[in-house]
T-cell receptor, first 115, second 111 residues
Framework: GAVVSQHPSRVICKSGTSVKIECRSL??????MFWYRQFPKKSLMLMAT?????????EQGVEKDKFLINHASLTLSTLTVTSAHPEDSSFYIC???????????FGPGTRLTVL | RKEVEQDPGPFNVPEGATVAFNCTYS??????FFWYRQDCRKEPKLLMS???SGNEDGRFTAQLNRASQYISLLIRDSKLSDSATYLC????????????FGQGTELSVKP
């Protein structure tokens, strides 16, 4: 149980385009979903926290107009990287929680490459 | 200063060795502590939670010292399959409960 999927697993796009990443909790309802970013050899950095039906809470330094997060249902959250640039190339990972902040189930990640 | 700091690594050890990882955290409001394992180009996976009394899970032993704000992980009888990056993670409830990850320590177990 407690499986989280992400789609796509890998995406390559041109600079200036927008990319949407989906995060789904397959067998449970996720009251909270988290979006992280990880650069090579670096730590996972929390970008934002989203609760179903409400606006996401962004971490300091993360541009909310560039990284659009939608959490329309208890099983789906999306992250859209708008006007992507090469420096946005990274490993984006989502996690989902059923309520306890200690227990987060991680998706397999999406590797974004912006040319 | 980073909120969660770990040994820089990498650690290269032979099979069967005992290896210890250290971690310090700076925010005394941290209330939950974990070790995660991350394989190359994969998502992190929970290895074990860390309790004040110390806890063991097979070959893995975790210790927490709240006074020193220090966490450790000991791996005994290392296996080739233990090769991965080990992430020290804390949860700060006073900010809505979010996981703060250390940079990770890379372990390579050689035959």
């Amino acid at each position: 149980g407690a499986v989280v999927s992400q789609h796509p697993s890998r995406v390559i796009c041109k600079s200036g385009t927008s990319v949407k990443i989906e995060c789904r909790s397959l067998d449970f309802q996720a009251t909270t979903m988290f979006w992280y970013r990880q650069f090579p050899k670096k730590s996972l950095m929390l970008m934002a926290t989203s609760n179903e039906g409400s606006k996401a809470t962004y971490e300091q330094g993360v541009e909310k107009d560039k990284f659009l997060i939608n959490h329309a249902s208890l099983t789906l959250s999306t992250l859209t990287v708008t006007s992507a640039h090469p420096e946005d190339s990274s490993f984006y990972i989502c996690s989902a929680s059923m309520g306890s902040p200690d227990t987060q189930y991680f998706g397999p990640g999406t590797r974004l490459t912006v040319l | 200063r980073k909120e969660v700091e770990q040994d820089p690594g990498p650690f290269n050890v032979p099979e069967g060795a005992t290896v210890a990882f250290n971690c310090t955290y700076s925010n005394s409001a941290s209330q939950s502590f974990f070790w995660y394992r991350q394989d190359c180009r994969k998502e992190p996976k929970l290895l074990m939670s860390v309790y004040s009394s110390g806890n063991e899970d097979g070959r893995f032993t975790a210790q927490l010292n709240r006074a020193s704000q220090y966490i450790s992980l000991l791996i005994r009888d290392s296996k080739l399959s233990d090769s991965a990056t080990y992430l020290c993670v804390v949860n700060r409830y006073n900010q809505g409960g979010k996981l703060i990850f250390g940079q990770g320590t890379e372990l390579s177990v050689k035959p």
